[in-house]
């Protein structure tokens, strides 16, 4: 089973910077979502950006 696993990113892909802006962008929707209007307000983030596949 483990050779079935693909995967499709590489660390060489980023960079410290990024990483470190991914964390902190995360830790930001942690604390966002704590909230019910900070919950309300990504849900529709999400629904904005979000699409279907064809």
């Known amino acids: ?3 079935d696993v693909f995967h499709c ?3 060489e892909q980023y960079d410290r910077k990024f ?4 964390c902190e962008l995360a830790t930001a929707i942690r604390f966002l979502s704590k ?3 900070g919950a309300d ?5 999400l ?3 979000s699409f279907q596949q064809s």
């Open 19 to 22: 990483l470190d802006d991914i």
């Open 9 to 11: 990113l590489s660390i």
């Open 1 to 3: 089973m483990a050779s």
């Open 41 to 45: 307000q990504l849900a529709s983030l």
């Open 35 to 37: 909230s019910k209007k």
């Open 47 to 49: 629904s904005m950006n």
